[in-house]
Antibody, heavy 117, light 107 residues
Framework: QVQLVESGGGLVKPGGSLRLSCAAS????????MSWIRQAPGKGVEWVSY???????YYADSVKGRFTISRDNAKNSLYLQMNSLRAEDTAVYYC???????????WGQGTTVTVSS | EIVLTQSPATLSLSPGERATLSCRAS??????LAWYQQKPGQAPRLLIY???NRATGIPARFSGSGSGTDFTLTISSLEPEDFAVYYC?????????FGPGTKVDIK
């Protein structure tokens, strides 16, 4: 079955960096658009970044220039390189996969990023 | 950026009652609107996509309607497991955006 497993979250100081990973299984990873979506504690949901099957990338204005989405189809993995982290980046980060004609149809369980001194 | 507004913020109902949740977009999103359910400690789960299509495995008591700027999620008869937060989400324009959510709690 389709499985998405995020990792790489943790505690980091403001200005620091983290790299999140999402290991995908149960489907042909290279065929699907993928997303990173986050949810700050007690808050709503925010789309962070989106990558097409061919590698076109889209970013929210709040992370543009600081975060980089990438994918390694050979490793069935999605990544989010996060630099210059700020307190407001503190959130649970989810990896999500599209289905044909359906954006963000399947989600992982999330990984928690805390930015604090 | 398209802003989604959801109402009410909280809906207090009893099991067996009908729930009607609203989502309004700041500009037309055509039918490119989805609904998600989120329970504490869990990721959002897709319920409805493209305004009125139920996702795989979603019970028939969940239905969606609307187009343009006004959308509705209806739960025909609340089951105990339906008490949760519900988000709408548009994919008409990047950045895709979510509404602030409606919490359906037990009266």
């Amino acid at each position: 079955q389709v499985q998405l497993v995020e990792s790489g979250g943790g505690l980091v100081k403001p200005g620091g960096s983290l790299r999140l990973s999402c290991a995908a299984s149960g489907f042909t990873f290279s065929d699907y658009y993928m997303s990173w979506i986050r949810q700050a504690p007690g808050k709503g949901v925010e789309w962070v970044s989106y990558i097409s099957s061919s590698g076109s990338m889209y970013y929210a204005d709040s992370v543009k220039g600081r975060f980089t989405i990438s994918r390694d189809n050979a490793k069935n993995s999605l990544y989010l390189q996060m630099n210059s982290l700020r307190a407001e980046d503190t959130a649970v980060y989810y990896c999500a996969r599209d289905a044909p004609g359906i954006v963000a149809a399947v989600w992982g369980q999330g990984t928690t990023v805390t930015v604090s001194s | 950026e398209i802003v989604l507004t959801q109402s009410p913020a909280t809906l207090s109902l009893s099991p067996g009652e009908r729930a009607t949740l609203s989502c309004r977009a700041s500009q037309s999103v055509s039918s490119y609107l989805a609904w998600y359910q989120q329970k504490p400690g869990q990721a959002p789960r897709l319920l409805i996509y493209d305004a009125s299509n139920r996702a795989t495995g979603i019970p028939a008591r969940f239905s969606g309607s609307g187009s343009g700027t006004d959308f509705t999620l209806t739960i025909s008869s609340l089951e105990p497991e339906d008490f949760a937060v519900y988000y709408c989400r548009q994919r008409s324009n990047w950045p895709f955006t979510f509404g602030p959510g409606t919490k359906v709690d037990i009266k």
